[in-house]
Nanobody, 122 residues
Framework: DVQLQASGGGLVQAGGSLRLSCTGS????????IGWFRQAPGKEREGVSC??????YYVDSVRGRFTISRDNRKNAVHLQMNSLKPEDTAVYYC?????????????????WGQGTLVTVSS
């Protein structure tokens, strides 16, 4: 079965950093657009970032703090999250998009796997 697996979440204090990783099982990323969205309790899915074969995009709320990267040799996409804020607390999912654009939204994602919980304490 095709699977996308997110990992690297945890509990961190405000101002801290975490690095999330996304790997594919039975799914080769190649040049596909891969990204991250998050969902906090009681809130709608929110796009965070995506990366194509050429470009990386972010939503305004994380721009300058988060960095997405990909390693096609390892079939992995990473999200480096710095200067974390309590409002970044959510379950983070990695997923595939039909296309990657600036300020991706939750509905851009067409396939995703289990998420990883990020909790930022104040």
């Amino acid at each position: 079965d095709v699977q996308l697996q997110a990992s690297g979440g945890g509990l961190v204090q405000a101002g801290g950093s975490l690095r999330l990783s996304c790997t594919g099982s039975a799914y080769s990323f190649n040049d596909d657009s891969i990204g991250w969205f998050r969902q906090a309790p009681g809130k709608e899915r929110e796009g965070v970032s995506c990366i194509s074969s050429r470009d990386a995009y972010y939503v305004d709320s994380v721009r300058g703090r988060f960095t997405i990267s990909r390693d096609n040799r390892k079939n992995a996409v990473h999200l480096q999250m710095n200067s974390l804020k309590p409002e970044d607390t959510a379950v983070y999912y990695c997923g595939a998009l039909v296309g990657c654009r600036d300020s991706p939204v939750g509905s851009d994602f067409v396939y995703w796997g289990q998420g990883t919980l990020v909790t930022v304490s104040s």
